[in-house]
């Protein structure tokens, strides 16, 4: 009988005792031998159920360990402490809020065993709903929430490109930013240990880091779609809107350490292939223009039209503005459509509501640091 590597599984968790027995049992579904496998939870100072509810399992599971860090700032931090007592030759990253699948070890081994310069494989997110009855769940399964594929164009398995010699802001905090979210990804150890990286400590961000370090030092990232993990995603729209806002925030240090020149890089969204320029400016950052943008704009527009109208009468004018309301009118059709596909169909309005409310969320968090770092990250359109 063939050996298996030895595999560690790290999980960082704070007041997960909503799903965290869920996660525990779909990995004991997974096919593998107990004998090979460790799961180590890093908890960063839950103060619910979520460390009792550990301490439970493993009185029934000795590969279970707890790496307990009050206080703990973030994460990264909490995944590096996690770091500091694995044994696995293959580092496993999943979430208390996920069901990985019955294949999920051995379809990620199998690329690492074809390719020794592949640093980390990566598998396709799923929605795993929780409370059928919950709207928030039925919007993130809606719209593909975390999903890799669709992020980058709807990619089929294989090899991620090259990490770029010099990266555009796109190709950093954009649609062009080829990482794997720790929510589903395991890393060669040794890959890891030879170009010495860890988490960054940073609030947010962490994955998308590790993953540029790793790729800029030559190291391959491959997509394995069939190793999945279903997410159990935020339970009101709270939680999710401030999700959103971590998502944009973690943009602005990214840009700054990996993006050397200034200029503002502008893309248009609407447009097929979305064309993408540099304007001369003096800081970096990026600028989406999408329909999100477009119906505000156009909006704005036909609003100020309207007002105008009583000072500069004439045909000409308003039929100008008439113009402005029906481009108004088209790009936010064009931005909603897609929720008219969403079911139960009387919900309409509240899938729209979600939709724009955690898109402004995104937006906001590409603006909140923009003081301390100077960068402009105008966040596209969902």
Same mark, same amino acid.
């Given at each position: 009988? @063939?050996? %298996?590597?030895?595999v560690?599984?790290?999980?960082? %968790?704070?007041?997960f005792?909503?799903?965290?027995?869920k996660?525990?049992?779909y990995?004991?579904?997974v096919d593998y031998?107990?004998?090979?496998?460790?799961w180590?939870?890093?908890?960063?100072?839950?103060?619910?159920?979520t460390? @009792?509810?550990?301490?439970?399992?493993?009185k029934?599971?000795?590969?279970?360990?707890? %790496?307990?860090?009050?206080?703990?700032? $973030? @994460?990264?931090?909490?995944?590096?402490?996690?770091?500091?007592?694995?044994?696995?030759?293959?580092?496993?990253?999943? +979430?208390?809020?996920?069901?990985?699948?019955? +294949?999920?070890?051995?379809?990620?081994?199998? /690329?690492?065993?074809?390719?020794?310069?592949?640093?980390?494989?990566?598998?396709e %997110?799923?929605?795993?709903?929780?409370?059928?009855?919950?709207?928030?769940?039925?919007?993130?399964?809606?719209?593909r929430?975390?999903?890799?594929s669709?992020?980058?164009?709807?990619?089929?398995?294989?090899?991620?490109? +090259?990490?770029?010699k010099?990266?555009?802001?796109?190709?950093?905090?954009g649609?062009?930013?080829?990482f794997?979210?720790?929510?589903?990804?395991?890393y060669?150890r040794?890959a890891?240990?030879?170009?010495?990286?860890?988490?960054?400590?940073?609030?947010t961000g962490e994955d998308?880091n590790?993953?540029?370090?790793c790729?800029?030092?030559?190291?391959?990232?491959?997509f394995?779609?069939?190793a999945?993990? +279903?997410?159990? /995603?935020?339970?009101?729209l709270?939680?999710?809107?401030?999700?959103w806002?971590t998502y944009g925030?973690a /943009?602005?240090?990214?840009?700054?350490?990996?993006?050397?020149k200034?200029?503002?890089?502008v893309?248009?969204?609407?447009?097929?292939?979305?064309?993408?320029?540099i304007l001369p400016?003096?800081?970096?950052?990026f600028v989406?223009?999408?329909?999100?943008?477009?119906?505000?704009i156009?909006a704005?527009?036909?609003?100020?039209?309207?007002?105008? $109208?009583?000072?500069l009468?004439?045909?000409?004018?308003?039929?100008?503005?008439?113009?402005?309301?029906?481009?108004?009118? /088209?790009?936010?059709?064009?931005?909603?459509?897609?929720?008219f596909?969403?079911e139960?169909?009387?919900?309409?309005?509240?899938?729209?509501?979600m939709?724009?409310?955690?898109?402004l969320?995104?937006?906001?968090?590409?603006?909140?640091?923009?003081?301390?770092?100077?960068?402009?990250c105008?966040?596209?359109s969902?």
């Amino acid at each position: 009988m @063939p050996t %298996v590597p030895f595999v560690s599984i790290i999980i960082p %968790v704070k007041n997960f005792e909503r799903t965290i027995e869920k996660t525990f049992e779909y990995l004991l579904n997974v096919d593998y031998p107990r004998a090979s496998w460790e799961w180590v939870i890093a908890d960063g100072g839950s103060n619910d159920k979520t460390i @009792p509810i550990i301490k439970d399992w493993q009185k029934k599971y000795p590969f279970i360990k707890l %790496v307990e860090i009050p206080n703990c700032p $973030s @994460p990264g931090f909490a995944r590096n402490k996690a770091l500091e007592v694995v044994k696995g030759e293959f580092l496993f990253f999943t +979430d208390a809020d996920c069901a990985p699948c019955s +294949d999920w070890l051995k379809e990620m081994l199998k /690329h690492f065993d074809a390719d020794p310069n592949i640093a980390a494989v990566g598998g396709e %997110v799923y929605t795993l709903k929780v409370d059928p009855d919950n709207l928030v769940e039925a919007w993130c399964q809606h719209f593909r929430f975390n999903m890799v594929s669709p992020r980058y164009g709807f990619i089929k398995e294989g090899y991620y490109p +090259d990490f770029p010699k010099e990266p555009l802001p796109s190709d950093i905090g954009g649609h062009k930013g080829y990482f794997f979210g720790t929510c589903n990804v395991a890393y060669r150890r040794k890959a890891m240990e030879d170009i010495g990286v860890k988490f960054w400590d940073r609030p947010t961000g962490e994955d998308m880091n590790l993953s540029y370090e790793c790729r800029r030092h030559g190291y391959k990232f491959y997509f394995a779609p069939k190793a999945k993990v +279903d997410h159990m /995603h935020r339970a009101d729209l709270k939680a999710l809107r401030k999700v959103w806002v971590t998502y944009g925030q973690a /943009h602005l240090p990214l840009i700054e350490k990996y993006v050397k020149k200034n200029g503002l890089e502008v893309i248009f969204q609407n447009l097929k292939g979305t064309p993408s320029f540099i304007l001369p400016f003096p800081m970096k950052g990026f600028v989406y223009i999408g329909n999100f943008y477009l119906m505000h704009i156009y909006a704005i527009f036909f609003i100020l039209g309207l007002a105008l $109208s009583f000072i500069l009468p004439g045909i000409l004018w308003k039929a100008v503005t008439l113009a402005f309301l029906v481009l108004a009118v /088209h790009y936010s059709f064009q931005y909603v459509k897609w929720n008219f596909d969403m079911e139960p169909k009387d919900k309409f309005w509240v899938w729209g509501k979600m939709k724009y409310l955690t898109n402004l969320s995104f937006i906001q968090g590409g603006l909140k640091d923009f003081k301390k770092y100077k960068i402009l990250c105008i966040e596209p359109s969902f």
